[in-house]
């Protein structure tokens, strides 16, 4: 059976949920966790105003499941960050600017106006961009790990993907793969109840973390919406990879409370379901807690409101790219960058590294 | 310079490639313990062990898909599908993941596909493919298609080193048949065409074992001379080389063992129809494989696979023209 954690019942509010964290590191977790949600509120706006074109995915009431995930990355490890993940990017060290002007197809976005909105991962910081073929990423994520373990290297890779994509069977090859080869990666399954209207009871008869057990290693139930469960869950599970215990499926239970998209109104989720998750929103229950523990949560989201503004107003100036340059760069030639330049390591803000050299 | 098989010059490319750099990793169902289905890498494991001959999981796109992983973070993999017919349950990775990396994101992929492909031998509709043609649609893989063995070994070499996803196409009706002169130690064959045989009366385009059926039957058509232009890359393609052969030739016949709706040879013929119609003494003429899967029995599969006595009957009409 795969393991559940629990939330801690009737414990002092003001307690962390995992010892590992200090306080600044608790309030960096809420703070990241205020940046992808005011980002992506403003990327809403944007796309209102008609500066953002195609369509609009977030991550509204998700927020803690990248957020507590990346923060217990290491900056030498690797990332595949999904659509509803901003945070992992924000984490890593993505400008708000560069992510406002990568939804508005500029010249300044991480990916130059080649793909939009959250298709994107800048591998000078550790991450690789998601294909819309979600799962996808659960392979390249694998393979990462495998090259790690060839080499001997103290690193470990980790991707998310969603409920929808356990169908898919580039799951099942990669949580083979991973566990016969016992691949230091961490498999972040974002269970937010709905790949775009179907519901889980149509995607699956048995809940996939289970699953983990039958591909070898241990599947973890955790609660999403708690962005310090989430990093301690992950924070072992890259301890386990490192000590050569191979991969962990983690189980992120949350609740996707948007549409699908800017587009749809989300009429085949009942209201009470919304309502009820609403109470379990992860920015107000880490906030909460920390006001208990004494952090100034208010003089934190006026910083934060004035980064975004400093960021939209960076974004705005930026150009749309050439069209000249469209059929540019298909191919990488011997005269561009090395890999020097092409890749690096992302930020690792946990306290727990610091002293490593990360 | 040592005289290989087809086969034999592949395994050598490989081989040395893999000792002159630790980057280089073999992929792929079978590969180590049992040195492949066509024992292209018969005697690696022994030589460079199970980590880098790695015998995987019956899973293409996991080959693929992991092979990208590894990829982008510093190693150079090298992917065999046990026939090319089986990359279609890699084709997502490959198209999707590999092909478009570095267009959106400016991250190179270096893997290399291998592909056994073609008939000729009774493989049947799922071991007698030529699929390239999907990857040439497919922007940003590169894919290219020896017919020698110096070529074979060649081709892998600047494969395996180029940064950007490569589709090896080897023909698998060569790896015995075809054998020549190899030459020793590391070398790059670029992705361009070559001249199999000059000729000043008529071109024929062809690629892979085409290339063997071309120049057989055009050996002695009532002595005209006939060229026979070897793509050896086909994205790149060599348009200046095909479009400087018809201008000299003013005729030109394209043969395709792919099936032919939008093979490569109708890339060539469109080619040639845009930006040499002047320099045209005739209609641009192709032989390719019907749009049907390939058949299993010998006599069925004979009347599909383009034959020098096809090929040999369009060369003469054209000739004559």
Known sequence: ??????????????????????????????????????????????????????????????????????????????????????????????????????????????????????????FRLGCVGMVSMLPDMMLVATGMAMAFKLRGEARCALTWFGDGSTSRGDFHEAMNWAGVQRLP??????????????????QFAVDPVERAQAYGFPGISVDGNDAEAMFEATRAARDRALAGEGPTLLEAVTMRMHGHAAHDDMKYVPKEQVEEWRKKDPIDRLEERLRAAGADTDALREEVRAAIDAGTQDALAMPMPDPATATDRLFYEPAD???????????????????EGS | ???????????????????????????????????????????????????????????????????????????????????????????????NVAGKM???????????????????????????????????????????????????????????????????LEHKHLYRRVKGEVRDGLYETPFTARVARAGSDLTVVAYGAMVHTALEATEDIDGASVEVLDLRSLVPLDEEAILASVRKTSKVLIVDEANETCAAGAQVAALVADRAFEDLDGPVRRVATPDVPIAFSPPLEQALLPSVDRVKEAARELLEY
């Open chain 2, 102 to 168: 570095y267009y959106r994101q400016g991250l190179p992929v270096n893997v290399t596909v291998r592909l056994p492909s073609g008939g000729g031998f009774s493989g049947g509709p799922y071991h007698s493919q030529n699929p390239e043609a999907w990857f040439m649609h497919s922007p940003g893989m590169k894919v290219v298609a020896p017919s020698t063995a110096d070529d074979a070994k060649g081709l892998l070499i600047a494969a395996i080193r180029d940064r950007n996803p490569v589709v090896y």
């Open chain 1, 337 to 355: 960058p090395g890999e020097e330049l092409l890749t690096g390591d992302g930020e690792a803000p946990w306290s727990g590294f610091a002293g």
């Open chain 1, 185 to 202: 990666v961490i498999f972040v399954l974002e269970n937010n109840q709905y790949a775009y209207s179907t519901p889980t009871r149509e």
């Open chain 1, 1 to 122: 059976m795969a393991t559940r954690t629990a939330q801690p019942a009737g414990t002092d509010p003001a307690a962390a949920a995992s010892e590992h964290l200090t306080l600044d590191d608790r309030i960096a977790l809420l703070r990241y966790m205020l940046l992808m949600r005011g980002l992506e509120e403003r990327a809403m706006n944007l796309y209102r105003q008609g500066k953002v074109p195609g369509s609009f995915y977030d991550g509204y009431g998700q927020e803690a499941v990248s957020v507590g995930a990346a923060f217990a990355m290491a900056a030498q490890d690797r990332l595949c960050v999904l659509h509803r993940d901003l945070g992992a990017h924000l984490i890593r060290g993505v400008t708000p600017a560069r992510i406002l002007a990568q939804y508005m197809g500029r010249e300044g976005g991480i990916t130059g106006g080649r793909d939009g909105n959250v298709h994107f991962g800048d």
């Open chain 2, 1 to 95: 310079m040592a005289t290989m098989t087809y086969l034999q010059a592949i395994s050598d490319g490989l081989r040395q490639e893999m000792r002159e750099d630790e980057r280089v990793l073999l992929m792929g169902e079978d590969i180590g313990v049992f040195g492949g289905a066509f024992k292209v890498t018969d005697g690696f494991l022994e030589e460079f062990g199970a980590a880098r001959v790695m015998d995987t999981p019956l899973a293409e796109s996991g080959i693929v898909g992991t092979a990208v992983g590894a990829a982008v973070v510093g190693l150079r993999p090298v992917c065999e599908m046990q026939f090319a017919d089986f990359i279609s349950c890699g084709f997502d990775q490959l198209v």
